[in-house]
Structures are given as structure tokens and as C-alpha cells.
């Protein structure tokens, strides 16, 4: 699994690239492995009203589930200020790590890419009290 994380990592860091964000600076990339094997990339995308922002998360999965997948293995994500190297961990923000919930066991990996690599952690770290359908 290690390659297939680090080819992620990459595939998140490259995905920056595509950020829209000329009010934060701030450009976060994501890759979103499915079972199948397909990787959607996400790129964050700010509105000047602010709420109506997305996160690169968010995008990628959007993208997959339009795309008829629902299966998900991992993702990775990367973030920095716009022209600059990591320098920090981004994880997903809370909206995200309940979307990612949705279709994810607590299981599902979730690669964090910092300066020096990248961790590892499981959404249910990430999310321990998730809210799921067995609430309604």
C-alpha cells in the first residue's frame, strides 16, 4: 500500500494546481481512489461569499459519485499558501469528513500530506462520532 499512497500524495499535491483561491491564498488538492481503481482530483474553489466555497475534498468526491462510482478506497490530500511548498498538514475540514462518511466505512485511509511526507489515518479516527443514516 505504501506505493499506492505515495502515488496519491503526489497525484494531491499535483491537483493544487487547479485551486481557485484569490481570497484565502491558500490552494488545497485532493486524490480520491475508488475500488475500481480510478483516482478523481479535486481542487479547492473559493466564492467571494465565502460559504459558498468548496473544498478539494469535496470536489473529488462529487466528481466520483457523478461519475457513478460510490466505492472508495483512500484519499490524500495537500495544502499550502499559493506558490509555496507544503509546509503544514491540511486535514479535512469537518463537512468534509462527514461527506467522505457517507460512502466510507471508518476504515476508508485518509493520507495527509505535510513537509516532510505524509500520515495515515482512518476517518474514524478522523470523525468518531459520524452521523449516519442509522440516526434517521
Known amino acids: 500500500m505504501e506505493n499506492v499512497y505515495s502515488d496519491l500524495a503526489f497525484s494531491a499535491l499535483a491537483a493544487r494546481a487547479a485551486a481557485y483561491s484569490p481570497y484565502s491564498g491558500v490552494t488545497v488538492g485532493a486524490a480520491l481512489l475508488c475500488e475500481?481503481?480510478?483516482v478523481y482530483l479535486g481542487a479547492n474553489i473559493e466564492n467571494a461569499s465565502y460559504s459558498l466555497t468548496t473544498c478539494?475534498?469535496?470536489v473529488a468526491i462529487f466528481k466520483a459519485v457523478s461519475e457513478?462510482?460510490?466505492k472508495f478506497a483512500a484519499?490524500?490530500?495537500a495544502g499550502g499558501k499559493v506558490g509555496c511548498e507544503v509546509s503544514s498538514e491540511f486535514p479535512p475540514c469537518g463537512a468534509?469528513?462527514?461527506v467522505l462518511?457517507?460512502?466510507c466505512s471508518p476504515d476508508f485511509k485518509v493520507i495527509i500530506v505535510g513537509a516532510?511526507?505524509?500520515t495515515v489515518h482512518t476517518l474514524g479516527e478522523l470523525l468518531p462520532y459520524s452521523f449516519t443514516e442509522s440516526y434517521l
Open 101 to 103: 462518511r457517507e460512502f
Open 36 to 38: 475500481s481503481g480510478k
Open 56 to 58: 478539494a475534498e469535496r
Open 96 to 98: 468534509c469528513r462527514q
Open 116 to 118: 516532510d511526507g505524509y
Open 68 to 70: 457513478g462510482e460510490r
Open 75 to 77: 484519499i490524500a490530500i
